[in-house]
């Protein structure tokens, strides 16, 4: 098993930032594909981006890239999302997830953790 805790949620304004971050523990989180999702009110979880075991390779939905950055600390079983320009669209509960495989799928990934609020006022 493994247990992930996201944190880091909350109001922004639109145009500015949030880094949320995702705590591991249980069952090796270092060989684990992390993946972040997003849920809004009324529609289907959607991916945001994933980043290899390793952090050597990331990969991100369209509507994010550029925006958004997928880091990890594998020494502090952690994987960050940082958002930067935030738009009311992207208003949401955000997931991190862990897997085996790079996958953009919500079957892709195994584990997942409660999610967090975040909210971009215009």
């Known amino acids: 098993q493994m247990q992930l805790v996201e944190s880091g949620g909350g109001l922004v304004q639109a145009g500015g930032s949030l880094r949320l971050s995702c705590a591991a523990s249980?069952?090796?989180?270092?060989?684990?594909?992390l993946g972040w999702f997003r849920q809004a009110p009324g529609k289907e979880r959607e991916f945001v981006g994933y980043i290899s075991w390793s952090g050597g390779r990331t990969y991100y939905a369209d509507s994010v890239r550029g925006r958004f950055t997928i880091s990890r600390d594998n020494a502090k079983n952690t994987v960050y999302l940082q958002m930067n320009t935030l738009k009311p669209e992207d208003t949401a509960v955000y997931y991190c997830a862990a897997g085996g495989q790079l996958r953009v799928d919500v079957e892709g990934y195994t584990y997942w953790g409660q999610g967090t609020q975040v909210t971009v006022s215009s």
């Open positions: 249980g069952r090796t989180f270092i060989r684990a594909v």
